[in-house]
């Protein structure tokens, strides 16, 4: 029996990190994302 309440609350754990993950996610600006950039030359990667 106690098996049983052990995977039970191992599972309940994971899913109250994911929610809270979920969460701090959900908090962070959103991020623009860039125009597509030129290919450098050789000499200006050097």
């Given at each position: 029996m106690l098996d049983v309440i052990y995977l039970a609350a191992t599972i309940a754990l994971f899913a109250?990190?994911?929610?809270?993950?979920r969460g701090v996610e959900q908090l962070a600006p959103r991020t623009r994302t860039s125009t597509p950039r030129e290919?450098?030359?050789g000499e200006a990667r050097r």
């Amino acid at each position: 029996m106690l098996d049983v309440i052990y995977l039970a609350a191992t599972i309940a754990l994971f899913a109250l990190v994911g929610l809270i993950a979920r969460g701090v996610e959900q908090l962070a600006p959103r991020t623009r994302t860039s125009t597509p950039r030129e290919p450098m030359s050789g000499e200006a990667r050097r």
